[in-house]
Nanobody, 119 residues
Framework: QVQLQESGPGLVKPSQTLSLTCTVS??????????WSWIRQPPGKELEWMGA???????WDSPSLRSRTSIFRDTSKNQCTLQLSSVTPEDTAVYYCARGSDLGSFDSWGQGTQVTVSS
């Protein structure tokens, strides 16, 4: 059974770049047809899909975040990384990585990691 684990700093200062890593076990990020997404949930708000990288290494971004997001992978470590630049307090959220067979559905989730943007 695949397991996903997010890791990264719990606190980031405004204007900095947030970097989060999703470590996958029990399955390979290069397995055919899977997408590995980043999703966040700000306090009191709905889940927001941020972007994804697929099994070939191709990436997709949310139009609202495209200019600030970068997603890449390290196949030797079986990890996917999200970078979000120029963060503001509005980027405070629980960040999740998730696996799916397309960009809109998810069959496995990490437990999530809280990120707070504050000076």
């Amino acid at each position: 059974q695949v397991q996903l684990q997010e890791s990264g700093p719990g606190l980031v200062k405004p204007s900095q770049t947030l970097s989060l890593t999703c470590t996958v076990s029990g399955g390979s990020i290069t397995t055919d047809s899977y997408f590995w997404s980043w999703i966040r949930q700000p306090p009191g708000k709905e889940l927001e899909w941020m972007g994804a990288i697929d099994y070939t290494g191709s990436t997709w971004d949310s139009p609202s975040l495209r200019s600030r997001t970068s997603i890449f992978r390290d196949t030797s470590k079986n990890q996917c990384t999200l970078q979000l630049s120029s963060v503001t307090p509005e980027d405070t959220a629980v960040y999740y990585c998730a696996r799916g067979s397309d960009l809109g559905s998810f069959d496995s989730w990490g437990q999530g990691t809280q990120v707070t943007v504050s000076s």
